[in-house]
């Protein structure tokens, strides 16, 4: 859930701040078929900590840029011709002396 809305076919990935850096990544092959990629991605709102997180989505191995995500719905458009394969990753840094998650959700 997101701002109080249920996207029911969202990706979501999860990560933990157990660990001193933690990604949690969702990859998918595409087999070049498609051309462009829009939606949404933000925390969700059951997310424990809502230090805002980077976000980077990988075509082919080559990082498109990173953005820092939190509650609030970031807007992202990509370019996916020729691409193959298309990874999302959502990272926690830092150590800490307790466990905190954030849970990610792309929305379509």
């Known amino acids: 859930m997101i701002e109080g809305i249920e996207y029911d076919e969202a990706i979501v990935a999860f990560v ?3 660990y001193s850096v933690n990604v949690g990544f969702a990859e ?3 087999g070049r078929k498609y051309k462009r990629l829009t939606g949404k991605v933000a925390l ?3 997310t424990t900590n809502t230090t805002p997180m980077p976000f980077v989505i990988v075509l082919d191995g080559k990082a ?3 953005k820092n995500v939190t509650t609030t719905q970031l807007e992202i458009n990509v370019d996916l011709n020729g691409v193959n394969r298309i ?3 959502l990272t926690q840094t830092g150590v800490r002396s307790y466990c905190r998650g954030g849970r990610a959700r792309w929305l379509s």
């Open 16 to 18: 933990s701040a157990c």
């Open 28 to 30: 998918f092959v595409l």
């Open 44 to 46: 969700t709102d059951d």
């Open 64 to 66: 498109q840029g990173r």
């Open 87 to 89: 990874r999302f990753e």
